[in-house]
């Protein structure tokens, strides 16, 4: 079978014990959407920030970044492309006569304290300055945030969760990784890019060592719960946002055994 190669090694992977492989190419799904050539998965650089941005705020409406617009959110997703505790893919529509067209992608946690630490560290001023601009020009979002999250994000600043200490002799707890979010342009969903992205990112889970990948997905959304759930996801608890939008916990274990704490 015929393999197209797309060797994107990164500096970083080094950090995980990863050995660069090509990534292999997805193939059209039988008697679903007619590709125009095999979907490339790769790892996202820098200037892939606005396209995935762009992606995120038109098909994943979920929560308060989206509705703080493309800047803040390509921000935000370079932290996941800069970090070496997460991880950015991208799916390369083939139809884009070599242009390379971006139409699907996936931020995700290796180890998701960590990387909320970098956040609160490396990336704070940035998104912060990035944020306050964008309340200050959409004074509907402004007002949801004031009423809904200021005070609990506040709390957060003030009081990050740190990354417990281990003592002297003790194995130390086994990440807990974390899918921040994936969205398939409509041009290529039902063509196997939505499933090649997620096990693209727990085979690196894996690889950094994490016991379980967990996630939230909008409840109301049917074509997310029916993808997580035919692709081996258990659905957990179901919970509502501060603004009243149901959502459903999903978490997937990877093949490093949990050691009870
Ligand atoms: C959810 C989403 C990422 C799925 O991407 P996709 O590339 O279409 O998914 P795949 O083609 O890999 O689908 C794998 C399997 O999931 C299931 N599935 C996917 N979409 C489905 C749908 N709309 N209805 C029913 N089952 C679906 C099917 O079993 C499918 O296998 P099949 O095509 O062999 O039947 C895509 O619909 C999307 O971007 N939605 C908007 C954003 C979103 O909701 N993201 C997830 C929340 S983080």
């Known amino acids: ?8 090694p ?36 820098a200037a892939d920030v606005y396209a995935t941005a762009r ?14 617009g493309l800047r803040f959110v390509a921000c935000w997703h370079r932290a996941y492309v800069q ?10 529509d083939p139809a884009s006569d070599g242009d390379g067209r971006i139409a699907g ?11 909320q630490q970098e956040l609160l560290t490396r990336h704070r001023t940035r998104l912060a300055v990035r944020a306050v601009v964008a309340l200050a020009l959409r004074p509907p979002v402004l007002a949801d945030f004031l009423r809904t999250r200021l005070r609990p994000y506040l709390h957060r600043l003030r009081a ?6 281990v003592p002297p002799g ?3 707890a086994a990440p807990v990784a974390e899918l921040s979010a994936l969205a398939v342009d409509p041009v290529l969903r039902r063509t196997g890019t939505g499933r090649r992205l997620t096990e693209e990112f727990i085979d690196r889970c894996t690889a950094a060592g994490a016991v379980r990948v967990e996630l939230v997905a909008a409840a109301d959304s049917a074509a997310a719960v029916a993808f997580y759930t035919s692709t081996g996801w258990t659905a957990r608890r179901r919970y509502d946002t501060r603004d009243g939008r149901a959502l459903q916990r999903f978490v997937r274990w990877t093949d490093i055994p949990e050691v009870p704490g």
Not at 55 to 68: A, N, Q, T
Not at 109 to 115: K, V
């Open 160 to 165: 990050p969760r740190r990354v417990q200490a």
């Open 83 to 92: 970090s070496p505790h997460a991880v950015a893919l991208v799916a390369v």
């Open 10 to 45: 990164r500096p970083r992977d080094s950090l995980h014990g990863f050995v660069p492989r090509p990534l292999p190419i997805m193939r059209p799904h039988p008697g679903r959407t007619r590709l125009a050539g095999p979907v490339l998965v790769r790892e996202a650089v």
């Open 170 to 172: 003790a194995q130390p």
């Open 55 to 68: 992606l995120h705020i038109e098909h994943l409406s979920v929560g308060l970044f989206p509705r703080l």
């Open 1 to 8: 079978m015929e393999l197209l190669v797309q060797p994107l």
């Open 105 to 115: 992608f996936l931020v995700g946690a290796l180890d998701r304290l960590a990387f």
